[in-house]
């Protein structure tokens, strides 16, 4: 029991390592895609976000989700938009959740259903 017990406390102190080292960066990361999107600057958002996402988080996601509803500094593609708004909604982003239906209330039957093998693929290869 004490063995398990330090195991647990060294992840913990791992993790809090890792949250106040890596939290600062990908917070600073997501912040700068939102000064670069206010600048109009898409390419830097897009880089800057999809490192984000890539990593699961969900407001990087969401972001994406956006530009590709609008087409800001990327093609317009709802699929693509479902998708990662769907990605963040599956992560507890209630304000993604709400867009997401938003934007499959204009797509076809045909577009979610592409929109949602995409989140399906994108899911089964960045499994943990």
């Known amino acids: 029991m004490k063995n398990l017990c330090l195991r647990f406390a ?3 102190a ?3 390592v890792f949250m106040l080292v890596a939290g ?4 600073t990361d997501f912040q700068n895609g939102e000064i670069a999107t206010n600048n ?3 390419s830097t958002a897009l880089e800057k ?3 984000l996402a890539e990593e699961r988080n969900a407001d ?3 972001s994406l989700g ?3 509803s ?4 990327v093609h317009q593609d709802y699929a693509l938009a479902h998708m990662w708004v769907n990605l963040a909604a599956s992560l507890g982003n209630i304000e993604a959740r709400e867009y997401r239906d938003l934007i499959a209330s204009i797509m076809s039957r045909e577009q979610i259903f592409e929109a949602q093998g995409l989140a399906r693929e994108w899911v089964d290869t960045h499994k943990k």
């Open 70 to 73: 609008v087409g800001n500094g």
């Open 10 to 12: 060294g992840k913990l």
């Open 14 to 16: 791992g993790l809090l």
């Open 24 to 27: 600062p960066a990908l917070s």
């Open 40 to 42: 109009s600057d898409y």
């Open 60 to 62: 990087a996601q969401f």
């Open 66 to 68: 956006k530009m590709y």
């Open 49 to 51: 976000w999809k490192l």
